[in-house]
């Protein structure tokens, strides 16, 4: 029998969920740079999450983008206080994130909507499913 | 792959249940076995949605226990998990083993028992078929992704919000109108004559949506018995025949960015058209995933039944009711007949089949009977999608 090498454990990550969640605590937005296509993945994923390549390196976001769509939860899941406010941002580097925005949430309106946001902050939960403590960046509308 | 037919259905009545979610699914399971008319003997293999019964009942493997409640013996048996998609996704699996050859004669459906759970954590519960590291933190809710789905479909069209609401109370008031002349229905006999502003002035539930704008959480368990098409006619004058299907996985929320056209149902869609060589101007009656007001809206968009930002001036103007261009959801739908996430897929492919059998209630039912329907499933936010093609006509002879 011909002798082989074992096998090599290959590990692909450059970016984990939970390196990004610290970044977050840190007021760093974390995500992946493509050499390939030169497009920007975030949060994390193991290949670039435009074009699939697995040559990736890590950056860093602004932290800026536009508020593309918001809704205030009145009926929480358990564990959760609302009313709150959940949007979805298109980052000045591309990628869309989810997050919570910092606003009255009886003075939410549809003019809100297109206006540039920044990352201020994170908003944290943890419950007997979640797996432990995640965060999410809480956004600020910029004036 | 050889053709394949539904010649069974059987279906509990949707709403609160004092039965365990196995004893749901066994009721619904003998009803089908006894309308096809086949002994469990012949039950080679069971495929079966369940989405949270752990949580419900502290049950797992509710698709072993089901098939030893049948009294079926120790024959194969899988759970299958695409959230609201579940069932959808077992009855394609259990057509593509028959279609192989593997097995003849299969049972496949699914069940769920939310209502036990309570709103809080159901709503906690139900949120698990979401991207859990980004979108929990987040406290996303489902009527929550439907208010942003809304607010998107708002902004892309130009459509005024307060314009669109008016037009999405359509969905919730056409659906009612069904739902309520459905016995099976969680809402047989309600809310079969809301107005707009009703809907619009309900409870809101997430911005812009209000609770007739949601579906309800509900208990219930939906079954067919599939079987090799050369056989069917042995069991059934009727057949009804799977001409083609179609699935489909998606990421989190925020990668697909514009979730009006979730990637997942548009190549789900056309998978099923493709593998039944048919387009949406050959479907007869529809019965798709209207969780809320604003689901409905982009299904529509998305399977082609009518162009990008038209679906809601076609729903307020009548053409997705009796005698428009596609009925949509005459049995109510999720929102008036209920949605048991785990037999949802399943309910949907026997309202088909009873549309086909002409046996559909007065006032739901479809006429001249429908030759070719459709399902559409939709699991989380867009990460499951599936399709189901159904006619009353063998695909070859």
């Not at chain 1, 697995?54 to 508020?67: H, I, Q, V, Y």
């Not at chain 1, 949007?87 to 540039?116: A, F, H, N």
């Not at chain 2, 208010?147 to 998107?152: E, N, P, Q, S, Y």
């Not at chain 2, 459509?159 to 009612?176: D, G, Q, T, W």
Request: glycine share 12%; hydrophobic share 40%; proline share 5%.
């Amino acid at each position: 029998m011909v002798e082989r090498e074992p096998t090599e454990i290959r590990e692909h990550y450059v970016l984990t969920s939970a390196d990004y969640e610290k970044g977050l605590k840190e007021g760093k937005l974390l995500g992946l740079r493509c050499k390939d296509c030169k497009q920007t993945t975030c949060p994390p994923m193991i290949v670039c999450q435009r074009c699939g390549s697995k040559e990736l390196e890590k950056t860093e976001l602004s932290g800026e983008g536009e508020l593309m769509t918001f809704t205030v939860i009145r009926i929480p899941p358990e564990g959760y206080e609302a009313p709150y406010i959940v949007c979805l941002v298109k980052t000045k580097e591309g990628p869309w994130i989810i997050g919570r925005l910092d606003y009255d949430t009886e003075k939410m309106s549809q003019k809100l909507l297109g206006k540039k946001v920044r990352v201020k902050g994170v908003y944290a939960h943890v419950d007997k499913y979640s797996g432990g403590e995640h965060v999410c960046p809480v956004f600020e509308i910029l004036q | 792959m050889r053709d394949v037919a539904i010649i069974g259905m059987g279906h509990t009545k949707f709403g609160k249940a004092e039965k365990t979610q196995i004893e749901l699914f066994a009721e619904a399971a003998m009803q089908a076995m006894e309308d096809a008319g086949v002994d469990r003997k012949q039950i080679e293999a069971l495929f079966m949605g369940s989405v949270l019964p752990m949580f419900e009942e502290g049950q797992g493997m509710t698709s072993a226990y089901s098939v030893s409640e049948l009294g079926l013996g120790s024959i194969p048996s899988t759970r299958f998990e695409g959230a609201c998609a579940s069932s959808t996704i077992a009855l394609r699996d259990a057509y593509m083993w028959v279609g192989s050859g593997q097995y003849d004669i299969v049972l496949a459906g699914g069940t769920e028992r939310a209502l036990i759970m309570g709103t809080p954590f159901a709503t906690r519960t139900f949120a698990m078929g979401g991207h859990a590291a980004t979108e929990g933190p987040a406290g996303l809710t489902f009527p929550g992704v439907f208010a942003m789905t809304a607010v998107l479909y708002s902004r892309f069209y130009d459509i005024p919000l307060e314009k669109l609401r008016e037009k999405m109370a359509y969905v919730s008031i056409k659906n009612h109108k069904h739902g309520a002349l459905n016995p099976l229905a969680q809402w047989y006999q309600k809310y079969g004559n809301l107005k707009v502003e009703e809907v619009l002035n309900s409870r809101m539930i997430a911005d812009p949506l209000t609770l007739l704008d949601c579906c309800p959480f509900s208990d219930g368990a939906a079954a067919v018995v599939i079987c090799a098409a050369d056989i069917a006619r042995r069991y059934t004058d009727e057949p009804v025949y799977i001409l083609g299907t179609g699935q489909g996985s998606g990421g989190a929320l925020a990668r697909l960015e514009d979730f009006t056209k979730p990637a997942s149902r548009i190549s789900s869609a056309r998978m099923a058209f493709k593998s039944a060589g048919l387009s949406p101007k050959d479907i007869d009656v529809l019965e798709l995933h209207d969780c809320f007001t604003s689901a409905e809206i982009i299904a529509l968009e998305c399977m082609g039944f009518f162009d990008w930002g038209e679906a809601a001036d076609a729903t307020e103007d009548g053409q997705t009711d009796l005698g428009g261009k596609i009925p949509t959801n005459m049995s109510g739908g999720l929102i008036g007949k209920g949605h048991p996430i785990g037999a949802t897929g399943a309910s949907q492919a026997c309202m088909i089949v009873e549309q086909m059998r002409g046996a559909a209630p007065k006032g739901n039912q479809v006429d001249p009977v429908p030759e070719i329907g459709m399902t559409d499933t939709l699991g989380g936010d867009f990460g499951t999608l599936g399709h189901i093609i159904l006619g009353r006509s063998r695909r070859s002879k």
